[in-house]
C-alpha cells in the first residue's frame, strides 16, 4: 500500500472512533485518534473524546499505547481535528504530542474554534513535528461529523435541525390531532437516535398540551441526556407537565411572562425561565438561538408542532430537515408547517436531498437549503 492510502486509512479509522464520541463529548467536538508504530502500520493506540472536562482523543490514545507497553517515540499521530493548542478544561494535546516523542500529525480539519485555530499545526511544527493535512474527503467527513461545533464556533449559534415525521400525503396527523403512530418503530428509535446527538431537544407549548412528550432519549444507549426547552409565550405549560418527571435533563422554558404565579410553580417544578423579546406577538426565535449559543449548545433537534415549525422556517433558521415518511395516505390532516401562501412558485422555499436512506418500513429525507 502506498504512504497516501495508509494515511488515508488510518485517518479513516480515527473518523470511525470520533463516532463513538456522538452523544458523549458535547459540547466538545467529537474526535478520534489512532497512534501508528514508525513502521506505518502498526496501530499502537486508539481514542476518542470523552465527556466535557475529560481527555481529549489524543490523551486517551498516548494512555492507550502506555496501556499496550508500546512505544510512542516516533509515531504517527492521526487526528480527525488539528489538536488543541490552549489551555481549556484540559491541558494542550499538542504538548502531550511533543512530550510522547511524536514524529508526525495527520490531522483531517482544523479547528474552528478561535483559541486553537491553526495554531495547533503551528505549535507542532514549531517543536520539529512534521504536521501535515490529510485528503480533502476526509476533511469534509471529520467536518460533517461536528456541524454543530463548526455551526456555534463559526456562525455563533447552533446548527438547526428540525425532525418531522409524515404521511405520504405530507400529514403529521388526522385533522383531530391523532398521530401514533404514523411512522415505524425503527423510525422512532432512529429519531431518538438524533435527539441523543443533540445539545438540545426544543419544541412548543401547543405539543406539550397535546402529547405531553418528555423529550428525552429513551431507544437508544446514552451517556448525557440533551437539555430540553420550550417555546412558551404565554407560560401555559402545566407544572404537572410529564416533563418535569424526577430524574430528568433540565428544563427552559422561553417566555413573555417570566413574573406571574405560572412562572413561580414552574421555577418550583425545576424550570428555568429565560424572558424573550416579542416579534408580532411570538417569541423571538433570535433571542432563542443567543441563549442556547451561549450555552454551548451545537446541534438544536427541534420537534415542533405546525404553527412553531413554521415560525422556524419562516425566520430561514432551519439549516436541517430530518423527515421521516411514511408510507401511507392520511386524507385530512395536519400539515407539516404552518407557512404563509406564496405569490408564486419562485419564491417557494426550496431545498435539496442531502440524504436518503431507508429506516425500517419508512424513509429518512436529509434536506438542507
Ligand atoms: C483536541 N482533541 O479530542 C478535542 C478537542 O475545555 P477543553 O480543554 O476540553 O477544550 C475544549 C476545546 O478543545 C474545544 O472547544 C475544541 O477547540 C478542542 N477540542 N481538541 O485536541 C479533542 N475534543
Ligand atoms: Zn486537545
Same mark, same amino acid.
Given at each position: 500500500?502506498?504512504?497516501?492510502?495508509?494515511?488515508?486509512?488510518?485517518?479513516?479509522?480515527? +473518523?470511525? +472512533?470520533?463516532?463513538?464520541?456522538?452523544?458523549?463529548?458535547?459540547?466538545?467536538?467529537?474526535?478520534?485518534?489512532?497512534?501508528?508504530?514508525?513502521?506505518?502500520?502498526?496501530?499502537?493506540?486508539?481514542?476518542?473524546?470523552?465527556?466535557?472536562?475529560?481527555?481529549?482523543?489524543?490523551?486517551?490514545?498516548?494512555?492507550?499505547?502506555?496501556?499496550?507497553?508500546?512505544?510512542?517515540?516516533?509515531?504517527? =499521530?492521526?487526528?480527525?481535528?488539528?489538536?488543541?493548542?490552549?489551555?481549556?478544561?484540559?491541558?494542550?494535546?499538542?504538548?502531550?504530542?511533543?512530550?510522547?516523542?511524536?514524529?508526525?500529525?495527520v490531522a483531517a480539519v482544523?479547528?474552528?474554534?478561535?483559541?486553537?485555530?491553526?495554531?495547533?499545526?503551528?505549535?507542532?511544527?514549531?517543536?520539529?513535528?512534521?504536521?501535515e493535512w490529510g485528503?480533502?474527503?476526509?476533511a469534509?467527513?471529520?467536518?460533517?461529523?461536528?456541524?454543530?461545533?463548526?455551526?456555534?464556533?463559526?456562525?455563533?449559534?447552533?446548527?438547526?435541525?428540525?425532525?418531522?415525521?409524515?404521511?405520504?400525503?405530507?400529514?403529521?396527523?388526522?385533522?383531530?390531532?391523532?398521530?401514533?403512530?404514523?411512522?415505524?418503530?425503527? =423510525?422512532?428509535?432512529?429519531?431518538?437516535?438524533?435527539?441523543?446527538?443533540?445539545?438540545?431537544?426544543?419544541?412548543?407549548?401547543?405539543?406539550?398540551?397535546?402529547?405531553?412528550?418528555?423529550?428525552?432519549?429513551?431507544?437508544?444507549?446514552?451517556?448525557?441526556?440533551?437539555?430540553?426547552?420550550?417555546?412558551?409565550?404565554?407560560?401555559?405549560?402545566?407544572?404537572?407537565?410529564?416533563?418535569?418527571?424526577?430524574?430528568?435533563?433540565?428544563?427552559?422554558?422561553?417566555?413573555?411572562?417570566?413574573?406571574?404565579?405560572?412562572?413561580?410553580?414552574?421555577?418550583?417544578?425545576?424550570?428555568?425561565?429565560?424572558?424573550?423579546?416579542?416579534?408580532?406577538?411570538?417569541?423571538? +426565535?433570535?433571542?432563542?438561538?443567543?441563549?442556547?449559543?451561549?450555552?454551548?449548545?451545537?446541534?438544536?433537534?427541534?420537534?415542533?408542532?405546525?404553527?412553531?415549525?413554521? =415560525?422556524?422556517?419562516?425566520?430561514?433558521?432551519?439549516?436541517?430537515?430530518?423527515?421521516?415518511?411514511?408510507?401511507?395516505?392520511?386524507?385530512?390532516?395536519?400539515?407539516?408547517?404552518?407557512?404563509?401562501?406564496?405569490?408564486?412558485?419562485?419564491?417557494?422555499?426550496?431545498?435539496?436531498?442531502?440524504?436518503?436512506?431507508?429506516?425500517?418500513?419508512?424513509?429518512?429525507?436529509?434536506?438542507?437549503?
Amino acid at each position: 500500500m502506498h504512504a497516501a492510502d495508509l494515511d488515508a486509512l488510518h485517518l479513516g479509522q480515527a +473518523l470511525a +472512533l470520533a463516532r463513538h464520541a456522538i452523544g458523549l463529548s458535547e459540547p466538545n467536538p467529537r474526535v478520534g485518534c489512532v497512534l501508528v508504530a514508525p513502521d506505518g502500520r502498526q496501530v499502537i493506540g486508539e481514542g476518542f473524546t470523552q465527556q466535557a472536562g475529560g481527555p481529549h482523543a489524543e490523551v486517551m490514545a498516548l494512555r492507550d499505547a502506555q496501556t499496550r507497553a508500546q512505544s510512542t517515540r516516533g509515531a504517527t =499521530a492521526y487526528v480527525t481535528l488539528e489538536p488543541c493548542a490552549h489551555h481549556g478544561r484540559t491541558p494542550p494535546c499538542c504538548d502531550a504530542l511533543v512530550a510522547a516523542g511524536v514524529a508526525r500529525v495527520v490531522a483531517a480539519v482544523g479547528d474552528p474554534n478561535p483559541l486553537v485555530n491553526g495554531q495547533g499545526m503551528a505549535r507542532l511544527a514549531a517543536a520539529g513535528i512534521r504536521a501535515e493535512w490529510g485528503p480533502a474527503e476526509l476533511a469534509e467527513q471529520a467536518r460533517e461529523l461536528n456541524i454543530g461545533f463548526f455551526s456555534r464556533m463559526q456562525r455563533g449559534r447552533p446548527w438547526v435541525r428540525m425532525k418531522m415525521a409524515s404521511s405520504l400525503d405530507g400529514r403529521t396527523a388526522l385533522a383531530d390531532g391523532r398521530s401514533q403512530w404514523i411512522t415505524g418503530a425503527a =423510525a422512532r428509535a432512529d429519531g431518538h437516535a438524533w435527539r441523543a446527538r443533540a445539545g438540545v431537544v426544543l419544541c412548543g407549548v401547543g405539543t406539550v398540551l397535546a402529547d405531553d412528550p418528555r423529550l428525552d432519549v429513551r431507544e437508544v444507549a446514552i451517556a448525557r441526556q440533551p437539555l430540553r426547552a420550550i417555546v412558551d409565550t404565554r407560560l401555559q405549560t402545566p407544572p404537572q407537565a410529564r416533563l418535569f418527571a424526577a430524574g430528568g435533563s433540565p428544563v427552559r422554558l422561553y417566555t413573555a411572562s417570566a413574573d406571574s404565579a405560572a412562572a413561580q410553580a414552574l421555577r418550583e417544578r425545576g424550570a428555568t425561565l429565560v424572558p424573550c423579546p416579542l416579534v408580532d406577538g411570538r417569541i423571538d +426565535l433570535a433571542a432563542v438561538l443567543a441563549d442556547l449559543h451561549a450555552l454551548a449548545c451545537n446541534e438544536l433537534h427541534l420537534e415542533c408542532g405546525p404553527t412553531l415549525a413554521g =415560525a422556524w422556517l419562516q425566520g430561514g433558521w432551519v439549516d436541517e430537515l430530518l423527515l421521516y415518511q411514511a408510507p401511507v395516505l392520511l386524507g385530512p390532516g395536519r400539515p407539516l408547517a404552518q407557512l404563509a401562501a406564496l405569490p408564486g412558485l419562485d419564491t417557494a422555499m426550496r431545498w435539496r436531498f442531502h440524504e436518503l436512506t431507508r429506516v425500517g418500513d419508512d424513509l429518512r429525507l436529509r434536506l438542507r437549503r
